[in-house]
């Protein structure tokens, strides 16, 4: 019982500044004096509204002249989508909720409006028995032995 002693107290962690008290100016400067090392860095904008601020990175894509863009599917394979959609006598729908994509995929791909994506054209071809892709692109799909 002789080493509790009610009176004296033990400070363990002694809290610092907040973050907002050590970047104000006094505290900075206190620092300074005390000899201890500050790092200050200017942000770029800061405060300011410059977004809209013309740079370098704009205008040398401004010269650029290459003109990007996505690959886009040919009117050739829409037309075959067409034609084997008519031999099996399905409408875009009825194709769409075959191979599970929406109406809207369909007429794409028939518009040549839709990004190629090997999946969708790989269900196409075995919903309407037609290739798409290839030199034999419009020949029918020779159906593949299932293996077990």
Known sequence: MAESDWDS???LRKKGPSSAQAKSKQAITAAQ???????????????????????KNTAKLDRE????????????VGR???????NKGLSQKDLATK???????IADYETG???PNNQ???????????????????QPLEAKPKKK
């Open 9 to 11: 107290v033990t400070v």
């Open 33 to 55: 004096r005390r000899g201890e090392e500050v790092e200050t860095t200017k942000k770029w904008a800061a405060g300011q509204n410059k977004q809209h601020l013309v740079t």
């Open 65 to 76: 002249t290459e003109e990007l863009h996505h690959v886009r599917v040919p009117l050739e």
């Open 80 to 86: 075959v989508i067409q034609l084997g959609r008519a």
């Open 99 to 105: 191979i599970n994509e929406k109406p809207q995929v």
């Open 113 to 115: 409006k839709a990004i």
């Open 120 to 138: 969708v054209m790989s269900k196409i071809e075995r919903a309407i028995g037609l290739k798409l892709r290839g030199r034999e692109m419009g």
